[in-house]
């Protein structure tokens, strides 16, 4: 991300400075350190999210509604059959940016468990 940031302020610098040396360094280095600081933001979108679920302690036997009102909406839900007990349930996924967890819930929206945890540092 800050090497687009860094060619964007190359672009922009050069053109209003003439493709200056003073002017293109400028460029890149202002367009660097913006594309490390979005990219900071976004990293933190998702450490947020693994430090919610980790502050809720053990998730299974929670409630959907427990979860929702701590985390918010999942990003994505699809139906599953549970293993163990052969009935149907539900995966509700939470992602943000380099954080994703997925829960696995029974039938009376009860969860039963961590599916899927990946943290991409």
């Not at 913006?34 to 980790?54: E, S």
């Not at 997925?102 to 540092?121: A, M, R, S």
Request: proline content about 1%.
């Amino acid at each position: 991300m800050a090497i687009s940031f860094a060619l964007v302020g190359f672009g922009i610098s050069g053109l209003v400075t003439g493709f200056s040396t003073i002017g293109i360094i400028l460029g890149l280095s202002i367009g660097a350190f913006l594309g490390y600081f979005v990219a900071g933001l976004k990293q933190a979108q998702g450490n947020i999210l693994q430090q919610t679920f980790i502050g809720m302690g053990s998730l299974a036997g929670k409630s959907l509604s427990e979860i929702k009102d701590k985390a918010g909406e999942p990003s994505s839900m699809s139906a599953c059959k549970i293993a163990s007990t052969d009935k149907l349930g539900i995966l509700y996924t939470w992602t943000k940016a380099n954080y994703s967890i997925t829960l696995l819930f029974d039938e009376n929206d009860t969860c039963i468990g961590v599916n899927q945890e990946v943290n991409y540092k």
